[in-house]
């Protein structure tokens, strides 16, 4: 079993940085990736990004390129997000996801994708 725990958010004015973190621990953790979505009021997962274990390929949902960016430390296994540049349209509840099953027919901003998630962190960015 799998466990994600996310933290680091908070509300922060436009303009402004958080870094959100994401730690896995249980058994032997060699995900194909790590994706972050966020889930606002009222609206479905959105995918934010995702970085590839193997490699450390990134991926950006186009609302968010070039303000966040997303890297890996593989001892302790854990994942990042900074998130600069904010804007009041980032807030949500953040939750990032592993994706350790072969052979999901899924593209990588599917939450379809990914099994195992964290249990989330609200990022609130006021205007």
């Known amino acids: 079993q799998v466990q994600l725990v996310e933290s680091g958010g908070g509300s922060v004015q436009a303009g402004g940085s958080l870094r959100l973190s994401c730690a896995a621990s249980?058994?032997?953790?060699?995900?194909?990736?790590m994706g972050w979505f966020r889930q606002a009021p009222g609206k479905e997962h959105e995918f934010v990004g995702r970085?590839?274990?193997?490699?450390?390929?990134?991926y950006y949902a186009d609302s968010v390129k070039g303000r966040f960016t997303i890297s890996r430390d593989n001892a302790p296994n854990t994942v990042y997000l900074q998130m600069n540049s904010l804007k009041p349209e980032d807030t949500a509840v953040y939750y990032c996801?592993?994706?350790?099953?072969?052979?999901?027919?899924?593209?990588?901003?599917?939450?379809?994708?990914?099994?195992?998630w964290g249990q989330g962190t609200q990022v609130t960015v006021s205007s």
């Open positions: 970085i590839n274990w193997t490699g450390g390929a990134t």
């Open positions: 996801a592993a994706d350790t099953r072969p052979a999901v027919y899924r593209g990588i901003s599917s939450p379809e994708r990914y099994d195992y």
């Open positions: 249980g058994r032997t953790f060699s995900p194909y990736g």
